[in-house]
């Protein structure tokens, strides 16, 4: 069954049960009252008949008689009845002669008062003693409120909810459809698009806020979408391009060496250079099988309480043996005074490595101009910013920085892969941190780490 139909039957059950309900409720208390106040009614007219018959002398039986008649309404069928009960009469020759109803009678001699029902009829009585007389004094009559009125309310109520029900369940379905309407329309176009016009996006003109929030959301999925392709499309590139480059110049090296008998010198000369080729094939595979292993959530990497600043300096010292023209300077003047905001939780090595990486890079794409370093803390995090005064990157490839083999359009001249800062990236998540990288085209960069700090209970 469509959601669609669900929604409307259970709309439609809901309202119908309600006014189902209502109504049955509705007849109810009106029927019960309908019989208190008839007894009422009669017993009123049992105490009227009562003075009428044996308290009053012939003047106020004339008065009561008078009073009865002006202010009571005549009921439907009523007749009153005076019964001695001389020794001949019982209960059996009452219900006999009277028609009364049997336990109505036993009540009267029982409890001396009584009401009861008999098909249409209503009774009430009560027995009085009157100079060592007893008697029965009985009113009866037609309900025709209930017999006639409460028919019609019955009917009436019936039509009603007939309508009601009729009215709910086509008003449901109406809205059911003009809300679900929306929807179908997104899932129309969602269907149209596919790998081959994945850029199309979603009319989000619709004013139904939860409607035009679900085609942002899918807006924004396609976004990721078509940035993962495009990513993945980059990298297939990029790739193919880093890891063919050396295999074709091992290749070509090889066969020109195979092509004519050469001199020793020579052939150690093209083993050099194959020998170097190779290198670099493996650098780039082991780089990345290192940024897939860094990929993924890091179970296996043991975790420690190290100081940050003692990092950023050891990793200061490798970059100096590596390259001793670099132009590194640590700025302390943001350095906490409490050590223990320099703590964090972390892999050393793999922290070495991500600095390592950010430090190498400002200093290659600065041709080892100032670069300084700024160590900061606040209560939940460090952050370490690194600011140098290179190339930078273009405005219109920051956002391509992370992904794998990408190189800015102006770093032809320097030597790298493209590898370093993606693992620099992952590295920081690991550590639950986060990598923010600030850059304009020939004003430098600055990139910042922030690291959560290590807070114990």
Same mark, same amino acid.
């Given at each position: ?33 309908? !019989? ?380 790298? !892969? ?40």
């Amino acid at each position: 069954m469509k959601t669609q139909t669900k929604v409307a039957l259970i709309i439609g059950l809901v309202c119908v049960t309600i006014v189902v309900i209502f109504g049955i409720t509705v007849y109810f208390f009106v029927n019960k009252y309908s !019989y208190v106040d008839f007894y009422k009614r009669l017993e009123t007219r049992v105490r009227i008949a009562t003075q009428y018959y044996l308290e009053s002398d012939s003047t106020n039986a004339e008065n009561v008689k008078v009073l009865k008649t002006q202010h009571l309404e005549m009921l439907e069928k009523e007749k009153e009845y005076l019964i001695e009960l001389k020794t001949n009469v019982t209960a059996a020759t009452l219900v006999q002669d009277y028609n009364f109803p049997s336990d109505f009678i036993e009540a009267l001699y029982s409890k001396g008062k009584a009401t009861s029902k008999s098909g249409n009829r209503f009774f009430a009585g009560s027995k009085r003693s009157i100079n060592n007389k007893d008697y029965f004094i009985i009113v009866s009559a037609e309900n025709y409120y209930v017999s006639h009125h409460l028919i019609f309310l019955r009917n009436l109520l019936i039509g009603g909810i007939s309508f009601v029900i009729i009215l709910v369940i086509s008003l449901s379905f109406y809205f059911s459809r003009h809300i679900f309407l929306p929807i179908k329309r997104i899932i129309g176009n969602v269907k149209q698009i596919s790998t081959e016009n994945i850029h199309l996006r979603l009319d989000d003109t619709n004013t139904n806020n939860e409607i035009k929030e679900l085609i942002l959301t899918f807006n924004d999925l396609l976004n990721r979408i078509e940035t993962a392709f495009e990513t993945h499309k980059n990298f297939i590139s990029n790739a193919s391009h880093e890891l063919g480059t050396p295999l074709t110049s091992i290749i070509g090296e090889a066969d020109v060496a195979l092509l004519k008998p050469r001199t020793q010198e020579e052939y150690i000369q093209s083993l050099k250079n194959i020998s170097f080729q190779a290198e670099r094939l493996d650098n780039i595979t082991k780089s990345l099988l290192f940024l897939a292993q860094t990929g993924y959530k890091g179970n296996a990497i043991v975790l420690e309480r190290i100081r940050i600043d003692e990092v950023i300096w050891e990793t200061k010292n490798i970059i100096d043996k590596l390259n001793p023209d670099n132009k590194i300077t640590v700025d302390l003047s943001l350095l906490p005074e409490d050590p223990k905001k320099l703590k964090v939780k972390g892999n050393k090595q793999l922290l070495q490595l991500a600095f390592a990486n950010l430090l190498n890079n400002a200093c290659k794409y600065s041709n080892n101009k100032q670069v300084t370093v700024f160590i900061a803390s606040s209560d939940s995090q460090i952050i370490v910013t690194i600011k140098d005064q290179g190339i930078g990157i273009p405005e219109s490839e920051v956002a391509f920085i992370y992904d794998p083999f990408f190189r800015a359009s102006n770093t032809k001249m320097y030597e790298g !892969y493209g590898i370093g800062l993606p693992l620099t990236r992952n590295v920081i998540k690991l550590h639950q941190g986060q990598l923010i990288v600030q850059s304009a085209l020939n004003a430098g960069t600055t990139v910042q780490v922030k690291l959560p700090l290590f807070l114990q209970s």
